[in-house]
């Protein structure tokens, strides 16, 4: 009689610890591939990296984006996000503005002569470069903070 006793706790501990178990990793592994496709002002986006599931979803999605931006830092070990993006075209009006979700950042804009600007603890650097005549601009910001 104690043997049954002992072994139906045993398995209802058992039972609720699977369950647990079960339920963190399914929502771990949802979570960690999901990447939204954003807008701002009718410019589509996409930003995430941070861990295998994530840079495996953005590459997927790169050849949909023709400017990408690889965001890092040497003062982090590891992916970073929470960098201020803001594209500007020729004229100076900002097409984009939004913070990344990680290292990689895509926008899908036409081609034409583009100003990025990437802030990230307080230091912000300056790319101007010409998206004619290629079908994907990259470009890297590597920051020392």
């Given at each position: 009689?104690?043997?049954?006793?002992?072994m139906k706790g045993?398995?209802?501990k058992f039972?609720?610890?699977t369950?647990v178990?079960?339920c963190?990793?399914?929502s771990s592994?949802?979570?960690?591939?999901e990447i939204?496709?954003?807008k701002?002002r009718?410019?589509?986006?996409?930003?995430g990296?941070?861990n295998?599931?994530?840079r495996?979803?953005?590459?997927d999605?790169?050849?949909?984006?023709?400017m990408?931006l690889?965001?890092?830092?040497?003062?982090?070990?590891?992916?970073i996000?929470?960098?201020?993006?803001?594209?500007?075209?020729l004229?100076?009006?900002?097409?984009l503005?939004?913070e990344?979700r990680?290292p990689?950042?895509?926008?899908?804009?036409?081609?034409?002569?583009?100003?990025?600007?990437?802030?990230?603890?307080?230091?912000t650097l300056t790319?101007?470069?010409?998206?004619?005549?290629?079908r994907y601009?990259?470009?890297r910001?590597?920051?020392t903070?």
């Amino acid at each position: 009689m104690r043997i049954r006793r002992a072994m139906k706790g045993f398995d209802l501990k058992f039972n609720k610890i699977t369950a647990v178990l079960i339920c963190f990793l399914f929502s771990s592994f949802s979570f960690a591939a999901e990447i939204e496709i954003l807008k701002y002002r009718g410019v589509q986006y996409v930003s995430g990296g941070m861990n295998d599931a994530e840079r495996k979803r953005m590459d997927d999605l790169a050849s949909r984006f023709p400017m990408h931006l690889v965001l890092t830092s040497t003062a982090v070990d590891g992916p970073i996000a929470g960098v201020l993006v803001t594209v500007k075209d020729l004229a100076g009006n900002v097409v984009l503005e939004s913070e990344s979700r990680g290292p990689l950042f895509f926008v899908e804009v036409v081609g034409g002569r583009y100003t990025v600007e990437a802030s990230y603890n307080g230091q912000t650097l300056t790319e101007t470069k010409d998206l004619t005549g290629r079908r994907y601009l990259r470009l890297r910001f590597k920051f020392t903070q």
